[in-house]
C-alpha cells in the first residue's frame, strides 16, 4: 500500500499553466506506475496521464496531449504533471493513483484524495 497526498491545485485563467505534484509515503514508490485522473462535477473520473515506473514511458489523454507533461522522482517518491495552455473544460478535481501502467481507473489500486483546479474563461 502507499499513501498518496495531491498538492498544486488552484485557480488561473484559460491559457495559464499550473503545476501538479504527488507524493508518495513508503518505500515503494518506484514499483509502481502513476496515473493522473480528473472528475468535474456531473461527470465520471476520466484518464488524464500515466508514466510507467522507471519513468521511461508515458501516455496522454487526447484532450490533454501537447499540452500536459507527466513526470516522476522516484529518490523524492513524487510524480508531477505540468499543465499548459489550460481550458476551462480542465478545471475538475485532479487525483493522483498509484497501480500498473494503464489508462484504467482499474489498473490503479491506490488514490489520493484530489486537487482542485479551475480554469476561468
Known amino acids: 500500500q502507499v499513501q498518496l497526498v495531491e498538492s498544486g491545485g488552484g485557480l488561473v485563467q484559460a491559457g495559464g499553466s499550473l503545476s501538479l505534484s504527488c507524493t508518495a509515503s513508503?518505500?515503494?514508490?518506484?514499483?509502481?506506475?502513476m496515473g493522473w485522473f480528473r472528475q468535474s462535477p456531473g461527470k465520471e473520473r476520466e484518464f488524464v496521464a500515466a508514466i510507467s515506473r522507471s519513468g521511461g514511458s508515458t501516455q496522454y489523454a487526447d484532450s490533454v496531449k501537447g499540452r500536459f507533461t507527466v513526470s516522476r522522482d522516484n529518490a523524492k517518491n513524487t510524480v508531477y504533471l505540468q499543465m499548459n495552455s489550460l481550458k476551462p473544460e480542465d478545471s475538475a478535481v485532479y487525483y493522483c493513483?498509484?497501480?500498473?501502467?494503464?489508462?484504467?481507473?482499474?489498473?490503479?489500486?491506490?488514490w489520493g484524495k484530489g486537487t482542485l483546479v479551475t480554469v476561468s474563461s
Open positions: 513508503g518505500r515503494t514508490f518506484s514499483s509502481y506506475a
Open positions: 493513483a498509484a497501480g500498473i501502467y494503464s489508462n484504467k481507473l482499474s489498473g490503479m489500486s491506490n
